[in-house]
T-cell receptor, first 115, second 110 residues
């Protein structure tokens, strides 16, 4: 079975450009999470969805960040305009959210570099 | 703000040695998980502990959840180079949402 799929794996862009990261969760999972990982701040939860509905976006750093989940098999995280401090590895994770202690399955991540 | 502090931050040991990694918070968690992350990959779940005082074993790895559900430890016996990686604890905040610890980067030398 395919795991969580993220694209692109690497993205290099210039400051001010729009960046769109994509995620395909595991089929049958009902929850999707977007995380950002940096050396300084570790792994931070940005936003998560349950049954395609955003539940908590309190981790989204600024209005420049937006996330959508139009259906159960696809989600995007958009940064517009991008800034150098957005450089990080962005992970998408999915899970079957049915009880406490559920397992999150992480994708391989997208390494974003903003110059 | 809930914080999960892990110690040590970095650990470099020889193959065959034992080690313990700690995960501490002032907050109570519904459950706590441990993940291992290798370079270029996402974290992979090792274990979930739910009950205060719970101990779980996974081959050479032993995980314990504190009695008050505020802290946890991971003990590795006879470490091997394959154990090398970033170890992350994650506490469930009660809303099916996890916050991740600061991480312990382990390197096991052959």
């Amino acid at each position: 079975d395919a795991g969580v799929i993220q694209s692109p794996r690497h993205e290099v862009t210039e400051m001010g450009q729009e960046v769109t990261l994509r995620c395909k969760p595991i089929s049958g999972h009902n929850s999707l999470f977007w995380y950002r990982q940096t050396m300084m701040r570790g792994l931070e939860l940005l936003i998560y969805f349950n049954n395609n509905v955003p539940i908590d976006d309190s981790g989204m750093p600024e209005d420049r960040f937006s996330a959508k989940m139009p259906n159960a098999s696809f989600s995007t995280l958009k940064i517009q305009p991008s800034e150098p401090r957005d450089s990080a590895v962005y992970f998408c994770a999915s899970s079957l959210w049915d009880r406490a202690g559920y397992e999150q399955y992480f994708g391989p991540g997208t390494r974003l570099t903003v110059t | 703000t809930q914080l999960l502090e892990q110690s040590p931050q970095f650990l470099s040991i020889q193959e065959g040695e034992n080690l313990t990694v700690y995960c501490n918070s002032s907050s109570v968690f519904s459950s706590l998980q441990w993940y291992r992350q290798e370079p270029g990959e996402g974290p992979v779940l090792l274990v979930t502990v739910v009950t205060g005082g719970e101990v779980k074993k996974l081959k050479r790895l032993t995980f314990q959840f504190g009695d008050a559900r505020k802290d946890s430890s991971l003990h590795i016996t006879a470490a091997q180079p394959g154990d090398t990686g970033l170890y992350l604890c994650a506490g469930e905040t009660g809303t099916y949402k996890y916050i991740f610890g600061t991480g312990t980067r382990l390197k096991v030398l052959a």
